[in-house]
Structure formats: structure tokens, C-alpha cells
């Protein structure tokens, strides 16, 4: 596996690949990989010929009173299980090359930054579409993957593509969860084992409203009800969100239909976590 | 000269020319095609092996009381001066398909584009940044030409250029100017031939400071104030500003030196003028 640090160093190496008529796959990430991201990887690995997966812990998206300082750094691990998923090239680009002093250009998704995370994360979404349009320009992937957990990141980074006219396409694959239910996430690396089992609840109320859906339940506040119902059994209590949203356009629905997702963001202890299911 | 329409056929052009391993050089206009214009293309044609040249009146770069509507469209009249300047491919893309439908994607350059003429046209930089961002994505220029009339635009997109990693160099070429002085426009089409009269006392204005400059004055105030007189000397009341910045911050100067530039925007008629000088 080859490492590259400096800008121009991946983009000579990407133009290279595309002037030999290869495709170029690309995961980004905020690295401590997990099974989750591993998983991204060796499915990546059949869209193109090269495999490029970055680490880039993005300062842009944490809030001011965020985890970016605490957010766990593991690089070497980091680049021994990339080797294992089989990645060709691993891109870990500095900080202050990504946002040199003076850097003011920001892109922003108006609309769909608004709701869910973006109503408690003021900026998160603005700092995400940020780096990925400048990690796409820099890789120059024709395809990149992300977990269908960060839902509304997805829809976010899709919807840039589109309107911006970025020949990247944009690729969502299913949540990797533990035996648990609980969804895989670098910041699961924050919780005690107490928790860690409180934190199962969040695939169960996930579960609950769509077993509700699959009964024939369309209300979404009955819906929703339910599956608070299971967090406050958990004693979760400090619940960012629980909603039921459309899963294009992520507004808000009074009644549930097929495609729509239920999504929620809770915090117990340092973690903040977030998962969804589609209905 | 091949005339394309759709962003598909451009992409598509463009991929193949960048694969044959040739130079794209673009000239983004919003038509009604000018001396300048017509300059801006004869000198790109030595920049690049394949010469586009884009129409396209950008409604978002607009404010609601500006002159959208009445900007003047000679699609005709456009194309055969390309031919003659030497333009291999004209690209003039679709308002609706720039902008389909729930587009919300937005770019900006967040403090290179507030003073100056942003602070008179809120928004002007926002769309600018942005249909560049995407002609840029579209036809994937390796080297983009523009007016240095438009002084701050070349700033905001050169900035925008670097910070989001663009591969594309962003060249500005000097103002050409009528026999008069008055800088080449297509709102000069506006002007009535009074009107045009009073015009020339822009360039006679910024002259002014250079000059006062060049015998050692320094004091921006003084300078900005000799220029001014010019102005209202030709009974020009309605200025947006005549400032003296930075060249390349556009940062507030008290005391000048080389490398600043005197720009000014003023109001005559219907028509809305800028011009600027470098000290």
C-alpha cells in the first residue's frame, strides 16, 4: 500500500490513473477504522481499479464545543488494517495544507443541512461538504462510498454532486452493526460497558417504529412515540432527535411511507450517536 | 465552431479532449460579446489546444433589481464574433438545466466577496462562485481567462480556485479600454451618448489617483478625493464606492502602496459601471 501526504503528490498520482483510463474508488474517512468503514473498503475495492481510502480528521465539521481534540487518532492501526482491506493508496492529508491560512471558501447544501444534525451540529454539514468537494477534486474518484449511517450526510454529499455538476458518484451502503444491533462507530470507542448496553436501545427504538411501520402503523407521532418509548426505558434521556423524515428530501411527514427514514441522535456519556432505519 | 447545449455533451467533450492528453483554455461570458471579449479569446487561444467559450447569463449572480431581465442576449450575433476570434467549441448551456428544479447548492468565498461591490449587490459572489464552480466542473478547463474590469470577481474566483483545490488556473488579462478610456462593457449598451460622455470621467477618475500616486502622495483619503472631484465634475452623484484596498486582500488601506487597486462603481442611467486601476 502506497502512503500519500501532500496535495499535489495525490493529484499527480490520480491524474495518472485517469490518463491510463483506470477508475478510481475512494472512501474518506475520519479514520480509527472500524468494521464499519472495513467494510466500505472491500466493497469499494470492485468499483474501480484503484482503491483510495483517506483519513482526515476535519476540524471544519466539529463544533466549538466538540470531540475534534478528543476524537481518536490511529494512524499506524489505522494503515494495517487498510492494507488488509486492500487498499492500494491511503491519503492522509495535513491539516494545515487542507485549510491553509486564509482559507474562506466554504460550499453549503441550504436546504437538506437544515434539519436532524444540522439543527444541533450549527456548521457540521457546511464543514462536511467543504472537504468532500475538495477531497473529490484532490482524489478525483469516479466513485466514493459512505456508510448509509450518516444518512443525511449522504443525502447532503449527493445532492452537492449534483448541483455542482462533480462527476463523482456517490454511493451509500448499508449500516454495519454489532451483534448488539449497536451501529459501528468510532465514537462507540467513548462509551463504558453500562453504556454500551444502554446504547442497544438505539437500534430497538429504530426497530420498534418499524415493526410499527411494517403493521401498518402510518401515524408518525404514534410511531415516534413508540420508539421513545424504548430510549426512555434505557433511561436515555438526552435525545437530540427522534424523527420520522422523507428519505430524499428529508422533510418532515405527518404520515409514514415506504422509503422514509426514522433517524436519531442521542448522547449517553462523551458519545454522541446517531443511527437510522429506512421504512 | 461546435455550438453544445447540454452539460452531458459538454462533460462529455471535455473528457475526451483531457484523455487525447490535450489543454482545455474556457472563456466564461455572459454574451453580448464585446472588444473585450473578443480579446480575452484571441489570448486564450494560445493557452490552450481546444478553445471553449461559454454564454450564459447567470440569473443567480442577480439581485432582484438588477438588470437580469434586461442584460442584453444576442446568441446569433455572439456565435459568429466566436468564430471569428477563434473559438473551437461555444458551450451555451440552459438556465434550467444550470439550475434544475430544488438546487440549493451554493459556494462562497466568504470574505474576499464582501466589500467593494458586494457590499452593494448581496448575493453577486455567491452566484458568481457558483456557476464558475460548475462551468469549471463541466468543462473541466485546465486554464480559465477573465476581464481584470471584474477585479474582485478575478480575486473571489482565483481564492475559490485554491482553496477548494480546483485544477484550473484562473488568468486575468488587462482591461481594454475604448479610445476614451471608458472600459469595455456590455451594460455600455445602456449608455446614451450623454451618458457615455459622462462615462469617460471613470477612467479620467482613477487616472487622477494614479497619477497623484505616482507624484508620491499616499494617503488614500487624499487620493480617493482628487479622484472623486473628477467624478463630480462630470455630475456623476450616484457612486456605489471609489476605494483604494489592497490588491489582493482588498483589505482598507489608510496609506497606499504599489500593488493597490483603485476601483469604483457608479450608477449613470440604467446602466451600473465599474472600473479599476492598479497602482
Known sequence: MKTINSIADMQAFSNAVRKDGKRIALVPTM???????????????DMGDVLIASVFVNPTQFGPNEDYKAYVRDTEGDKMKMVKAGVD?????HA???YPP???TYVEVEELQKPLCGRFR???FKGVATVVLKLFNIVKPHVAVFGQKDYQQLLVLNKM?????????????PIIREESGLATSSRNAYLSDEE??????????LREIKKGFDDGERDTQTLVMRGREILSRACIGDIDYLEIRDGETLEDKKSASPGDVAA????????????????
Do not use: C, W, Y
Open 264 to 279: 436519531l441522535a442521542v448522547r449517553i456519556g462523551k458519545a454522541r450517536l446517531i443511527d437510522n432505519i429506512v421504512l
Open 31 to 45: 479514520g480509527a477504522l472500524h468494521v464499519g468503514h472495513l467494510s466500505l473498503m472491500r466493497k469499494a475495492q
Open 102 to 104: 486564509g482559507f474562506e
Open 161 to 173: 454532486v449534483r448541483d455542482l455538476n462533480v462527476e463523482t458518484e456517490v454511493v451509500g451502503l
Open 89 to 93: 493508496v491511503a491519503f492522509f492529508p
Open 122 to 124: 450549527p456548521g457540521h
Open 196 to 205: 454500551r448496553e444502554k446504547a442497544v436501545s438505539l437500534s430497538r427504538s
Open 96 to 98: 494545515d495544507e487542507i
